[in-house]
């Protein structure tokens, strides 16, 4: 796991002083090393912070040069079939001098090109100068695992690992784009290419970027996609596929084993990371080391004795950490590290579980990314059943629902479900995970209130009717949280505080295998029902885990935030809700929903998303809003 950066100059010099300071943003996410190399024109610089993981010798040093062409590469992530490919490579004919994934990576390109990155299984990012052809090749990983942010001038094309990176430079403009925060105020994060910074974009995950330099011209490229749901899915017997999922499950957990440093697992207790933890227990030689949080004082949160259950029955070692209260200079911090707001108060324990892994381990393996692929969410079950009584209520009742859920206050419940069962199921798609509604974001900043209803619910809109064509509920709820929800919040969660404890944090439930495995060819039945979640998974669950382990239970990997708000954290709070303070959210609005929290209405998460733009329009120094 490493940070990249660099630039591409259309016209003028490069200042290879300002990359370097670009670069050195980064030097949490590689602490062991760092590199800078410029071409023989002056015209590409690429940069480079290390954190070794393969090939710890000074062979695997990047940038990284191709002897034979002389391309350059700066990259950031693992390569899990690098050891595959550098045998299908050498038959071919190639040659390599290094053991490191990367050297694989340009001698991939010199045999296919472009087409390379069909070739490389992993979590990956990186940046390929070729000088024959004057083009640069940026690429990002399928799930999009691993972030690649740019910035695109008439007069050159910079790029990084994170857009504090960009930001260094001090002509880029820190102006937020309306768009983006209408949408953060709306789920949490923002989704798709954009960012909150109206000058700063995102290659997306499964696309290639190609950077032309006597042109300027960019062109991006999908070279993969969510494959289609086969329609005879339903037809395959159960049993064989739990025995195909736990073939592919283990291939990938054994090739994210591979390491020439100490590797962990994050055991929740939950049926995601305890599958991946029995699955490692299995590939590896050695005794496996389990890490865990966990909640004193908050038993409805504490996944402690779930996780100790699992890891008595594997054998392994077993370490836990008790998540106090976060002092009044965490989130602060951590709101610093992350480019984007993002509303996510399980970034704390993140971050406090991969600061104790750090002290035993480099690498860490973890079950993100299964819940989006087998159904996980309580929201699947909760749509289904809307579809289902939607067909029983006549229109003047489901349109009474509508009516009923504009009246439920800021923290009721329920208003979400009642307004799904009063539209379609995009509707119940849109409604899912909403933090606040169009008229109520329109109310708490001033940068929203002139804005166009239709502008207003474009962020609704884009989920209600991304991936319509699927015949599916499940398949269409599933496809938008994983083109959203998992690549714009969780993924950005994990690698933000993993990297800034200099961890890297891997996912074998990402290899592509078992996502297009879990998308094309399980049947919803054995994903989500109206009465029942991952059901394929708590099969394979029922072989490899404990009989005592309740795999029906789902607990997110939170934090009691209300509790927080009113007890360590509201000194903070008081203070960004001064009248004195200027922000992008209205100061009568955040204070009202202080009020609201202190008479015991269930708005922390809001609170606590108010509270992260504040801090971040803070900490980035905003200067300007973009309609």
Known sequence: MCGIAGTIRFRGDLDLDLLT?????????????????????????LAHRRLSIIDLTPGGHQPMLDRERGNAITFNGEIYNYVELRDRLRAAGQ????????????????????????????????????PHRQRVLLARDRAGEKPLFYRHTAEQFSFASEAKALLADPDCPRRVRAASLNEYLAYGYVAGPHTMFADILRVAPGHTAVIELVTGQVTHTAYWR??????????????????????LLGTAVRRQLVADVPVGVLLSGGVDSSLITALAARASATTIRTFTVRMPGHQALDEGPYARLVAEHLETEHIELEAQPADIDLLPRLVAQFDDPIAD???????????EIRRHATVALGGDGGDELFGGYHRYPSQLQQAFLRRFTPAWLRTAAGD?????PEGGRGRGWLTGLAGDAGTSIANAGR???????????RALTYVGPTALRAPEHRRATSHADQSSLVQRATRVDFGSYL??????KVDRTSMLASLEVRAPFLDPSVTEFAFGRVPDALRATRRARKVLLRKLGARLLPKSLDLTRKQ????????????????????????????????????RYRALLDAGRPVGDQLFALLVLRLWEREYRITDLVT
């Open 487 to 492: 690549v714009d919040d969780v993924l950005v």
């Open 404 to 408: 009923l859920a504009t009246h439920v």
């Open 345 to 355: 108060a399980s970034m704390i324990p993140t971050w406090l579980v991969s600061q």
């Open 226 to 247: 969510l494959p289609h749901a086969d329609p005879d899915a339903a037809a395959q017997p159960t049993d064989a596929l739990v025995d195909e999922l736990q073939a």
């Open 21 to 45: 300071r670009q670069r050195d943003t980064m030097v949490h996410r590689g602490p062991d090393s760092h590199g800078l190399w410029c071409s023989v024109d002056g015209r590409v610089g």
């Open 95 to 130: 040659t390599f001098h290094t053991a490191s994934d990367t050297e694989v990576i340009l001698a991939a390109y010199r045999q296919w090109g472009d087409g390379c990155v069909r070739e490389l299984q992993g979590m990956f990012a990186f940046a390929l100068y070729d």
């Open 556 to 591: 997110g990997f939170t934090i009691p935030v209300s509790d927080w708000m009113r007890g360590p954290w509201r000194p903070l709070l008081d203070a960004l809700s001064s009248p004195d303070a200027t922000s992008l959210v209205s100061t009568p609005a955040l204070v």
């Open 435 to 445: 933090l606040f509604r169009d008229d109520e974001r329109a109310a708490l900043s």
